[in-house]
């Protein structure tokens, strides 16, 4: 979509990132990762769904199995790819799978894309310094977030490095760091709620059997 080359002349892909424990994964997310296919003209989104989550209570996460199910189910029919790469890296933390990423993958630039309550706790993340030098970041805005993500620590740091949101698709060639704020008709889904309403979900979703990885370049 963008053009960029490599320095023979081949195409390089651009990759927006999501992570997260997508338990479950639900139309919100696949809202954020369509507009952000757009505004950042990307080729694809990966949905990097997580083993475990550091910040996440285990006892109420569905088994990973069942939540790439779901987010392989929600993702249908569109350039979104659900993938269990950081269990394939055995990473834990964004920073180490980035690091690994950019490695295996040189013909591909990434983006790392985060909603607005992300931001809010991003300076909880390990390294995530680090991470905000090793890819730009493009946050999304989630309604009742802005406040806490504007008065967060990590944004008093990055606040210097935001990026127009009229330059958002020129992200390849911003020097790091880099973030750029989006904002879009806000999805109100959330999976907390989902959860609250139905508490046996990944029962129904899947039945222990681990689904299909669809295969990354």
């Keep these: 979509m963008g053009g960029a080359r490599d320095r023979t002349g081949a195409s390089l892909k651009r990759i927006g990132l999501l992570g997260g424990s997508f338990n479950p994964a639900h139309r919100g997310h696949r809202a954020i990762s369509l507009h952000a296919l757009r505004a950042l003209g990307l ?5 990097m769904v997580s083993p475990g989550n550091p910040l996440k209570d285990a006892q109420d996460m569905a ?3 069942a939540r790439m199910a779901a987010a392989q189910r929600v993702a249908r029919h569109a350039p979104i790819r659900p993938t269990a790469i950081e269990q394939r890296l055995n990473t834990r933390y964004t920073v180490d799978t980035l690091a690994k990423l ?5 013909r591909h630039q990434f983006i790392w ?3 607005g309550d992300n931001l809010a706790q991003f300076n909880r993340w390990r390294g995530w310094r680090t991470i905000a030098r090793q890819v730009p970041i493009a946050v999304i805005a989630r309604p009742g977030y802005d406040r806490a993500a504007h008065a967060s620590p990590a944004m008093s740091w ?3 490095f ?3 949101a009229r330059q958002a698709k020129t992200w390849t060639k911003w020097s790091l760091p880099a973030l750029v704020l989006l904002r879009f008709r806000p999805d109100p889904t959330s999976a907390t709620r989902l959860r609250a309403a139905d508490p046996g979900w990944h029962r129904r979703v899947h039945r222990g059997r681990t689904p299909p990885q669809p295969s990354l370049p």
């Design 158 to 160: 990055l606040r210097r």
């Design 113 to 115: 894309l985060m909603g």
């Design 162 to 164: 935001v990026r127009p």
């Design 102 to 106: 950019t490695r295996l993958y040189p």
């Design 63 to 65: 088994p990973f199995a």
């Design 43 to 47: 080729d694809e989104v990966w949905w």
